[in-house]
């Protein structure tokens, strides 16, 4: 003897075995809606590696499933061993993708003691990797320059350049200083801007 009931919505007559079965598929939805959505479809697949072989995921087990794992993947934490610790989301997938890509050989799964037991892994390995980068940027930030760095060099002047035009423009005169004036040795390095400035007029011609 089956017990039939009816929808209150729609007056869909059916078995009550359905209408208990639909609100386990609504319930699993709810709890996958609130997985991110990065992970959906490996937490999809992940599920196919609890169902039996000769049937499908029954909805309970679903239900029971997906809310445990939603539960902790939205507390950012993961607990092994009686040890808690940070379980960012980077985390999941790489465990995710890596259960995936080789199951384990015993299947079905009965639980998420294997997947917790890895992602714990991979949280410990963004851990050390995080600590590693942290620790080279401190060497880097405070390692002092190589002691043969180049100098600073600093740029001329308007008065070192208007020096430079002068005392070309007094040797463009005979080629000598003017009197009273002392030869100075052209600095090394200024090759080119003499080259420029060669012949220029001196003040006393700009101004006549």
């Known amino acids: 003897m089956t017990i039939r009931g009816i929808c209150p919505e729609c007056g869909l007559s059916a078995e009550l075995a359905a209408f208990v079965t639909q609100g386990e598929h609504n319930q699993a939805l709810a709890a996958a809606l609130e997985i991110p959505a990065i992970l959906g479809p490996r937490v999809v697949r992940y599920l196919g590696l609890h169902r039996p072989p000769s049937r499908a995921l029954a909805g309970a087990k679903a239900v029971r499933l997906l809310s445990e794992l939603r539960d902790v993947i939205v507390s950012g934490r993961i607990e092994r061993k ?49 600590e590693k980068r942290k620790e080279e940027a401190v060497r880097s930030g405070a390692s002092a320059p190589p002691s043969n760095a180049s100098p600073t060099v600093r740029e001329r002047s308007t008065e070192d350049v208007l020096a430079e035009h002068r005392r070309l423009a007094a040797q463009g005169q005979g080629g000598k200083p003017r009197g009273g004036e002392k030869e100075v040795a052209p600095r090394r390095g200024n090759q080119s801007i003499s080259q420029l400035l060669k012949g220029a007029p001196s003040a006393e011609e700009g101004e006549s």
Do not use: C, M, N, T
């Open 82 to 130: 009686g040890v808690s610790r940070p379980a960012p989301l980077q985390a999941w997938v790489a465990a995710l993708d890596k259960i995936l890509e080789r199951p384990p050989s015993k299947l079905p799964l009965s639980g998420h003691g294997y997947l917790f037991e890895v992602v714990a892994s991979e949280a410990d390995r963004l851990d050390a990797e995080a």
